[in-house]
């Protein structure tokens, strides 16, 4: 095993000690977390007008997920340029983050969910913060992107494909 390899191996083993996170945790977090987002009024449009085959787009978040709470490198994939063109705004990450949130907490261990968690409100974060980019919107800190209604998709506006 070359260094940077067995490297990432044991920042992996020693994340996974610390946390308790496995890779079946992390499969069942992910298709717990997307099972909520699916039915979800605010979000499931989202990803229903993005997403025809789901499987695919789970078995990327396993790998995204894996990447980012064990440090395993099997993710190698552009986030942002998928997310860059949503027509979402500050309440679609925060429906997200609620669902994230609640979904960590009753499927995880205390120490693996905060760990979750912790990764999730960053990545919220750098999405929200890309997308305002975007969109020719500099977003002060702690400043929440807010765009108009008719820019989004809303359950009010989303359209059945």
């Given at each position: 095993?070359?260094?940077?390899?067995?490297?990432?191996?044991?920042a992996?083993?020693?994340?996974?000690?610390?946390?308790?996170?496995?890779?079946?945790?992390?499969?069942?977090?992910?298709?717990?977390?997307?099972?909520?987002?699916?039915?979800?009024?605010?979000?499931?449009?989202?990803?229903?007008?993005?997403?025809?085959?789901?499987?695919?787009?789970?078995?990327?978040?396993?790998?995204?997920?894996?990447?980012?709470?064990?440090?395993?490198?099997?993710?190698?994939?552009?986030?942002?340029?998928?997310?860059?063109?949503?027509?979402?705004?500050?309440?679609?990450?925060?429906?997200?983050?609620?669902?994230?949130?609640?979904?960590?907490?009753?499927?995880?261990?205390?120490?693996?969910?905060?760990?979750?968690?912790?990764?999730?409100?960053?990545?919220?974060?750098?999405?929200?913060?890309?997308?305002?980019?975007?969109n020719?919107?500099?977003?002060?800190?702690?400043?929440?992107?807010s765009?108009?209604?008719?820019?989004?998709?809303?359950?009010?506006?989303?359209?059945?494909?």
């Amino acid at each position: 095993m070359d260094d940077i390899a067995s490297r990432r191996a044991a920042a992996s083993a020693e994340l996974s000690a610390r946390t308790g996170i496995d890779e079946p945790m992390i499969q069942a977090l992910v298709h717990g977390f997307y099972d909520r987002v699916r039915k979800d009024p605010l979000l499931g449009p989202v990803f229903d007008s993005r997403i025809s085959d789901w499987g695919p787009h789970l078995e990327r978040m396993c790998a995204f997920w894996s990447s980012v709470a064990l440090a395993t490198g099997r993710y190698q994939g552009r986030p942002m340029a998928r997310h860059i063109t949503l027509p979402v705004d500050g309440r679609h990450f925060d429906r997200w983050l609620a669902l994230f949130e609640q979904t960590a907490a009753e499927l995880c261990p205390p120490a693996a969910a905060m760990h979750f968690i912790v990764a999730a409100r960053r990545i919220a974060e750098s999405l929200e913060l890309g997308i305002a980019g975007h969109n020719q919107t500099f977003l002060r800190p702690g400043e929440r992107l807010s765009r108009p209604d008719e820019e989004l998709m809303l359950p009010e506006r989303a359209v059945a494909r």
